[in-house]
């Protein structure tokens, strides 16, 4: 058994010193990562995702990233003292009757197991349950009971929908972007409302959407940010037609690893040193490449990803609004909600959902 720890931590000590030395980091640098608590996974996903400031190298984001989590600790630990939020528990024990807050909300809502069940799925605290109880004057309000269920099925609703149009459109692949929905007619207004809102407003909100978005690290606003976060993303791109708009990859220089760069050059059948060479250029920044021009050399004249199949891991993964740990990505979303609609859209819902 002991020796079995040995060999982790001997893994897990050699991970970090590979970690290291392909990042270049400093052993100042490489303790500040370390003191983070995060796992190398988590670290590598917040450096490709949190890079509000594409000019960063990636010792600058570490610190970054350090600083984000240090805030957070700092914020959370006032936010406790002043009662605004419970202790983490180390362990929490999910099950209601043994976690006195879901208890009280079973009680107080007059909720059963089920509602309990979906009301977690939704994202919702308990805090959240009981202060939607209507009060003797809101005879308009629904119970809580009947809130949670139509939350519920407008989500699975949506789920539905989405996989309805993911299977329409499987044999449709050349899309743009991160989700890069093809055009649907049917919410084309609810689309060009979206992109007019976001031309017209997303640079006056920047200020008040960067810090809405920080407070989300230390406010309870009665959901959880990833989830919210998550759950819109989807809905966005349910109704945002990415060949329509084409932004981020007329305004961004998408990084290229060492992985896209073979995948690419195989699927154009080119060298790899000719592809980097007649597209891409080393950014110290944050290596290996980006691409020499913007916008994308491999956006077609139509607005569509013209090596959409094998496009770079960043392009896939682009806007990021679904990925774990929005909180400590504060910077990066505010400034993809400038470039990006349906970025622009998920915070302005979630700022309507807490009430803002
Ligand atoms: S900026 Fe956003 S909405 Fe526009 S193409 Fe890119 S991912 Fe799609
Ligand atoms: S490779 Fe270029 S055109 Fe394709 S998704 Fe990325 S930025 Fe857009």
């Known amino acids: 058994m002991g020796s079995m720890k040995q060999k982790r931590r001997k893994q897990a000590l050699k991970q970090w010193t590979e970690f290291q030395g392909q990042h270049d980091l400093s052993d100042d640098d490489a303790q500040l990562a370390r003191q983070t608590g995060f796992t190398l996974k988590r670290l590598q996903t917040l450096l490709l995702t949190g890079g509000s400031d594409e000019a960063l190298s990636v010792p ?52 059963n197991m089920d509602d309990i069940r979906k009301a977690k799925e939704l994202g919702l605290s308990p805090r959240a349950l009981i202060k939607n109880v209507p009060g003797p004057s809101q005879q308009w309000k629904a119970p809580v009971k009947v809130w949670i269920q139509e939350l519920y099925e407008k989500r699975v609703h949506s789920r539905g929908a989405s996989s309805d149009q993911e299977n329409a459109e499987s044999n449709d692949s050349q899309k743009v972007g991160e989700s890069g929905q093809t ?114 050399p491999f956006l077609g004249e139509d607005n569509r990803c013209t090596i959409y199949d094998v496009r770079p891991t960043v392009c896939r993964e682009y806007p990021h609004t679904n990925k774990k740990d929005l909180v400590f990505r504060t910077r990066g979303v505010a400034a993809n909600s400038l470039v990006c609609p349906a970025v622009y859209w998920i915070v302005e819902q979630m700022k309507h959902q807490a009430g803002q």
Request: proline residues 7%; hydrophobic residues 30%.
């Open 60 to 111: 600058q984001r570490i610190r970054e990233i350090h600083r984000a989590w240090q805030e957070n600790v700092v914020a959370r630990k006032a936010a406790m003292d002043a009662g605004l939020i419970e202790p983490k528990k180390k362990f929490p024990n999910k099950d209601p009757k043994h976690d006195p807050q879901w208890a009280k909300a079973k009680q107080v809502c007059r909720l």
């Open 183 to 296: 055009s649907s007619s049917k919410h084309k207004a609810d689309h060009d409302s979206i992109v007019r809102d976001w031309e017209q407003n997303a640079q006056r909100n920047d200020d008040e959407n960067y810090e809405f978005l920080r407070s989300l690290k230390i406010r309870e606003y009665g959901f959880e940010p990833d989830a919210l976060a998550a759950e819109l993303h989807e809905r966005a791109f349910q109704i945002i037609d990415c060949t329509l708009c084409a932004n981020c990859c007329k305004t961004k220089r998408p990084k290229f690893d060492e992985s896209d760069v073979e995948r690419i050059s195989a699927h154009l059948n080119m060298d790899e040193s000719e592809l980097i060479d007649t597209y891409l250029k080393p950014n110290p920044n944050d290596p290996p490449y980006n691409t020499r021009q913007m916008p994308c």
